[in-house]
């Protein structure tokens, strides 16, 4: 291109002719949804609807429970709590992924490890995992990153060699599946969020 578009140059993407999509994308049945429950009003502590989501979240990743949070941050941590991770524990995730994936692991007084990711999937590279393992390494974070899977074969062999538990950040791989098994549902806890910029949103809320 030999002028930019910040120049005066043609844009790739000329956005009054070429708009981008309309997100997130809503109908009568999401208003008819948000008025009942705020008629009901039962908002929070495991309400109705809450409860319902709940049970069909963990049918629809094969799990056996599911548990609504405030947001993605939350839910790493608390599997990071149910875990045991806490001070003097390592944990190995990819260097691609947002702050808040490394955040919780340093919240919960462990040390998070970043590792290099593969450069097809842009998600962490087993390879990787192997050469940061140390005594203090407790957990892996595979981060399902734009829609990519991490090799979860590999992560779970790695696991299960040198006893680390696993837990999947699944926040772009709502509905993913890995040979037959959804995405949430392979390491030891799965971490969804349904923050506005992901394909399955709720404004705010994870799981």
């Not at 799990?63 to 149910?82: D, M, P, R």
């Not at 995992?129 to 595979?142: C, E, F, G, L, Q």
């Amino acid at each position: 291109m030999p002028k930019l578009a910040i120049n005066g140059g043609s844009p790739v993407r000329d956005i009054k002719s070429n708009p981008w999509p309309a997100w997130p994308i809503w109908d009568e049945n999401e208003e008819e949804a948000l008025m009942s429950v705020l008629h009901s009003g039962v908002w929070s502590y495991n309400g109705p609807k809450e409860t319902e989501f709940n049970r069909l979240f963990a049918e629809f990743t094969g799990t056996k429970y599911s548990i609504c949070a405030a947001n993605g941050t939350v839910t790493l941590q608390l599997a990071l709590e149910a875990l045991g991770i806490g001070l003097g524990d390592e944990v190995v995730l990819p260097g691609i992924t947002w702050q808040a994936t490394a955040a919780t692991v340093i919240d919960v007084n462990a040390t998070p490890i970043l590792v290099d990711v593969c450069e097809d999937t842009w998600c962490i590279n087993p390879d990787e995992i192997v050469k940061a393992i140390t005594p203090r390494t407790k957990a892996i974070i595979p981060v399902h990153l734009y829609g990519n899977f991490a090799d979860m074969d590999a992560i779970m062999e790695i696991a299960k060699k040198h006893n680390l538990a696993v837990i999947e950040d699944c926040a772009h791989k709502h509905g993913g599946e890995w040979n037959g098994r959804k995405a949430g549902s392979i390491g030891d806890v799965g971490s969804f969020s349904f923050q506005l910029s992901k394909h399955l949103t709720a404004g705010e809320g994870e799981r």
